[in-house]
């Protein structure tokens, strides 16, 4: 279909109540056509939908120094098409100060998710930027300092009214140096001295949770300085960038709202047969199929160091190919271009079937949910397959020259993260170890032995400085095990603990195939003689193996010593936590109210006792909470 | 009479100004269309250099505010030779 069709097709859906499907052919729509007149098209039809689709509501506000009106719809666009329903608020031109300074601003007032702070070398810095050649090494030292200064007073500012996402945009390098060549040669250089700010704002961001850089220099150097500017545009309407370069803007912000969103995939399902190689194993052989250093082999070993990246940076890899599992198996293993090996993909699904239902078994198989997946496969029928019947999943469109292949998994969104955890880097390895678990239950008949055999240790601990991040980060993404599911930010949780009146524990769990990592935690609060469990969550991975229970029987034993009468929760059922529905009930809770959004549980501490299950060594750990 | 720039001018601009396309005429202006304020001026020019893979000037930009003005100033554009 054309653009004038695709626009009939959306209108007919939308009138005829298909919400899904005109959500579709909008994406479809976008991806032919993502100008700005297609933008204003897209964020019309999706205000007319949104009741009717499952949008995040998200609240972001811009802080600038120059025009990013026209960037407003082509975000919102992109972001609808993520599902993500964004409401954009514009800080006045150049009163950022202000608005961040007053605690009773409209910036505040708005309560926004999220913040970007969109300034330029030229507006912040003007003796870096133009002036630099007539000043002194004191003088552009002394501007550089006076800068960096300015940025820590906003960013203490903002965090002293609030605990939202900070993105401060870095600063650009000029497109040449105000002294030529003379630049590159002196330590005192004009590129050093805007450099020099960047290294600070990224040492603000590690010092402050919640506050990131957006790589603004590099961004425009990806996109080539001299094509970027447009000084007519800047001159006359303020906008610093040429009309085609808002969408480059544009998708680096998308690259943060996913992840802020939690908009993001924990697993890609790769196809094998000229996606992992060129050619076809079944067909061309070991030697026939394309994969080494050289053309043209070079673009799919390319795409393995890509997928090699992901897998290092805790995203799970797995296979969907249609193939003979021994062709498939025989270069998966021995095949002398591979760089990924079998012990990098958490599931392999080498059959005939269809790849929606390998999908779902995979999803299931890996326990997380179908819209955790991403799929990468260069056949567009089977992508079309996916997209129809599990319109859920991230299916990445490729082209048909592979040389771009690498390029555009390491553009994809959903792969992003804010933070990477200890946790994240040995994601791979986990799941290993998981394999191996299974195995060994399959082994022993009884399920109290299999406990037994598993030797599982327990440590909870209090929130750290140092385990900040995951915690958060599970809060932000624990679908399944999650009592009520709601989310905190790392500002959030820190403040929380901080202010007294929570407490926040964080639960690792080793066995003997390895260490589990941190996947639990739970906030409680004390008050009256209850002890209320504000959230309790846990990965998907350690569910079932009765550490659950352990992790209750210490919350009891905490809150007794705190002098609580009652340990109280809530469950809140969404359409993805049935896993924890039975949890209070099953461990002694009794239910005292039932409202429309969950149900309350109680458990009498004064009589009740809740004991750890005698297989599991609980470990409690007195972290201080610096 | 209706041409093929015109028609073209018209689409985008019902998109960016949110309008009705039915409701877009060759007469319709910064006066008559309520949304046609400053920033949606700007987005609406925006989109036309996308659309027509051209540059408008700063004077011709303060003139485009109507329809037939815009049609005018993509003609000049368009123009072979």
Known sequence: ??????????????????SAAASRTLSELWAQDASASSASFVVARFEELRDKLHLRAYRLAILRSYTVEPMVPLLRAAAFLAGIDLTVQLSEFNAYVQEIVDSASRLYTFQPDAVILAVQTRDIAPDLWRDFAQKTVEQTQTSGSRVVTDFRSWVRNFRSHSQSHLIVQNLEQPVTAARGLVDGQSSHSQHEAIE??????????????????????????????????????????????????????????????????GKVAKALVVD?????????????????????GEYPGAAYQELQRALLELHHRGILLAICSKNNPEDAQEALRNHPGMLLAPKHFAALRINWIDKAQNLRDIAKELNIGVDSLAFLDDNPIERQQVRSQLPEVCVIDLPSDPMAFARIVRETPVFERLTLSAEDRQRGTYYQAQREREKLEQTITSRDDFYRSLNQEAEIAPLTRATLARVSQLANKTNQFNLTSKRYTEA??????????????SLRVKDRFGDNGLVGVAITKSAEGACEIDTLLMSCRVIGRTVETAFLSFLAADARERGAKRLE????????????????????????????????????????????????????????SQ | MTSPIFDRVRSIA????????????????????????????????????????????????????????????????????
């Open chain 1, 1 to 18: 279909m054309n653009i004038a069709e695709l626009r009939q097709e959306i209108e007919r859906l939308i009138a005829g109540g298909e």
């Open chain 1, 569 to 624: 929760g809530w469950f809140l059922p969404t359409k993805k936590n049935a896993p924890a529905k039975d949890f209070y009930s099953s461990h002694g809770f009794n239910k005292v109210k039932e409202e429309n959004d969950g149900s309350q549980w109680t458990l009498d501490l004064t009589s009740e006792s809740l004991p750890c299950p005698e297989w599991v060594r609980l470990n409690v750990l007195n972290g201080d």
């Open chain 2, 14 to 81: 019902a998109d960016v100004l949110q309008a009705p396309a039915s409701q877009i005429t060759r007469e319709s202006s910064t006066e008559t269309i309520g949304s046609w304020d400053s920033v949606h001026h700007l987005n609406l020019i925006l989109a036309l250099e996308q659309e027509f893979d051209t540059q408008f000037d700063p004077e011709e930009i303060d003139k485009m505010t109507s329809i037939q003005r815009i049609v005018e100033a993509v003609e000049n554009k368009v123009k072979p030779g």
């Open chain 1, 492 to 505: 959030q949780l820190w403040e929380m603990v901080a202010s007294g009146k929570f407490q926040c524990f």
């Open chain 1, 272 to 292: 094998l047969d000229n996606t992992l190689w060129g050619g076809v194993i079944g067909e061309d052989g070991m030697a026939g199929i394309k994969l080494s």
């Open chain 1, 196 to 261: 020099r700010i960047n290294r600070e704002l990224l040492g603000l961001a590690t010092e402050n949770n919640g506050v990131y850089v957006l790589d603004y220099d590099a961004l425009v150097a990806r996109h080539g300085r001299l094509h970027w500017h447009d000084e007519r545009k800047w001159l006359t309407v303020r906008l610093p960038m040429a009309a085609q370069n808002t969408h480059h803007l544009v998708r680096e912000w998308m690259r943060f709202l996913h992840p802020l969103t």
